[in-house]
């Protein structure tokens, strides 16, 4: 009988279970390709956010985000998820609207 898991999953296991679902699969193998710069530290493309944002709705998929990095893969795992939180979900530039118009003006 397996015990109730306390705590997060690691990552490993996360990949795992992501790997053995034919969707969740598909969008890591998207999120690898749209996301290298990512990995670099460089930015979060808009095509590599939006197989982020496909892949929070898929629940095997959540468990990577989620996930406590652990393994040979440790280092570039947190840097991985260092750099999502930042480029990708970081804080919205100054005035918080993406079309660079001020709020408040009138139309």
């Known amino acids: 009988e397996l015990l109730p898991r306390t705590g997060p999953m690691g990552c490993t296991e996360a990949r795992r279970h992501c790997e053995r679902d034919a969707h969740c699969s598909a969008a890591l193998s998207r999120y690898l390709n749209q996301c290298g710069k990512l990995f670099n530290g460089m930015h979060c493309s808009h095509s590599c956010r939006t197989v982020i944002e496909e892949m929070l709705l898929m629940p095997k ?47």
């Open 61 to 107: 998929a959540l468990l990577l985000g989620n996930c406590v990095c652990d393994g040979v893969e440790r280092p570039i795992c947190e840097s991985l998820k260092e750099n999502m939180a930042r480029l990708c979900f970081g804080p919205e530039p100054p005035g918080g609207s993406s079309s660079g118009s001020p709020p408040d003006r009138k139309s």
